[in-house]
Nanobody, 115 residues
């Protein structure tokens, strides 16, 4: 059974930084790809970034150069460092784990960027 728990959301001013963490339970973390999605009010959920089990990363164009994803397999943790934040980054951010065609979701953490 996989459980994902996000932390670190909150309110930040435009131009500021915020760090989200996701702690995963279970034994498949190190062999799974991890990602962050977000859903802004009134919009569809979108993929923000992925980090593979091998450590390769990919980012949505909207966050490229500002956000950094990293993982610590010893601690079963994935971190999203968000810099130079914009009001359009306001959303609920979800941690995800991808394994054998199944996507596991956290409950989400709210990030609000004020202008």
């Amino acid at each position: 059974q996989v459980q994902l728990v996000e932390s670190g959301g909150g309110l930040v001013q435009a131009g500021g930084s915020l760090r989200l963490s996701c702690a995963a339970s279970g034994s498949i973390f190190s062999i799974s790809d991890m990602g962050w999605y977000r859903q802004a009010p009134g919009k569809q959920r979108e993929l923000v970034t992925i980090i593979t089990s091998a450590g390769s990363t990919n980012y949505a164009d909207s966050v490229k150069g500002r956000f950094i994803i990293s993982r610590d397999n010893a601690k079963n943790t994935v971190v999203l460092q968000m810099n130079s934040m914009k009001p359009e980054d306001t959303a609920v951010y979800y941690c995800t784990l991808f394994h054998r065609g199944i996507t596991y979701w956290g409950n989400g953490t709210l990030v609000t960027v004020s202008s």
